[in-house]
């Protein structure tokens, strides 16, 4: 069974740091490009950023640039994304995603971050 | 990169049929046929529902298709389902090479 597995939120207070995780099975993991994307409850999807199946090649939105930095370990089939100097409006739940045709065609079940002050 | 437009509610009956609007502009649903529709339940992870425009994925209905007419792609739903209540969100790649989401639309079944 494809399966994408997020892990790591939790509470963080403003100016911190959290690394998520994203345990992928049931596919070749280095051969997809992989997404994070994320969700304020009550609100919409925002794409956060991608990388390349071999990872030399990531882009993030302008909202993370130069704070969050995604990356990924084929040979653990992990994704993770290393979010630094949160903010408030960081406060979301955050997918892990793969992407196939340009599509986001397998999700995560999400794992929470929240940072308050 | 802007979000796509995309209707607040929409409602239906039961049996009926439904269309969802998705506006973006030529750099983004006019410009690729990378279009794809998300269907996404209360407290549950989108679902992949259409990809390229009107392509639907195996296990889904073929009561859900997809279109496209210049910068607007539809959802139409066929034969509503109370299972069908859920968000839809649209989703688009883009000339910046990245992806962008429609603000998404609640679909109510009367």
């Known amino acids: 069974e494809v399966q994408l597995v997020d892990s790591g939120g939790g509470l963080v207070q403003p100016g911190g740091s959290l690394r998520l995780s994203c345990a992928a099975s049931?596919?070749?993991?280095?051969?997809?490009?992989m997404h994070w994307v994320r969700q304020v409850p009550g609100k919409g999807l925002v794409w956060v950023s991608r990388i390349s199946s071999d990872g030399s090649s990531t882009t993030y939105a302008d909202s993370v640039k130069g704070r969050f930095t995604i990356s990924r370990d084929n040979a653990k089939n992990t994704l993770y994304l290393q979010m630094n100097s949160l903010r408030v409006e960081d406060t979301a739940v955050y997918y892990c995603?793969?992407?196939?045709?340009?599509?986001?065609?397998?999700w995560g079940q999400g794992t929470t971050v929240t940072v308050f002050s | 990169q802007s979000a796509l437009t995309q209707p607040a509610s929409v409602s239906g009956s039961l049996g009926q049929s439904i269309t969802i609007s998705c506006t973006g502009t030529s750099s983004d649903v006019g410009g690729y046929n990378f279009v794809s529709w998300y269907q996404q339940h209360p407290g549950k992870a989108p679902k992949l529902m259409i990809y390229?425009?009107?392509d639907r994925p195996s296990g889904v209905s073929t009561r859900f298709s997809g279109s496209k007419s210049g910068n607007t792609a539809s959802l139409t739903i066929s034969g509503l389902q109370a299972e069908d209540e859920a968000d839809y969100y649209c989703g688009s790649y883009t000339s910046s090479d990245t992806l962008v989401f429609g603000g998404g639309t609640k679909l109510t079944v009367l």
């Open positions: 390229t425009v009107s």
């Open positions: 995603v793969r992407e196939q045709i340009k599509t986001m065609d397998v």
């Open positions: 049931g596919f070749i993991f280095g051969t997809y490009w």
